[in-house]
């Protein structure tokens, strides 16, 4: 493990840093999707988010109501 430095902060290595952006990068990804299923793929009568919405252009709910 890395040495603290006196006032309390901590080197890191490259490695490190990179692995930090990679998180920071999938999280913001994650975030993307969900808002984005949010606003195009709810059921509007359960008000869930149903990837049958963008796929087909009905919610699953109404599938079997053919």
């Known amino acids: 493990m890395r040495e603290a430095s006196s006032e309390g902060s901590m080197a ?8 930090l952006i990679w998180i920071a990068e999938a999280g913001a990804a994650i ?11 709810i059921d509007t009568s359960t008000m869930k988010v149903d ?6 252009g009905r919610p699953k709910s109404l599938c079997g109501a053919l």
């Open 51 to 56: 990837v049958d919405v963008i796929m087909t």
């Open 31 to 41: 975030l993307i999707m969900q808002g984005s299923l949010q606003d195009v793929g």
């Open 12 to 19: 890191i290595t490259l490695r490190q840093l990179e692995s």
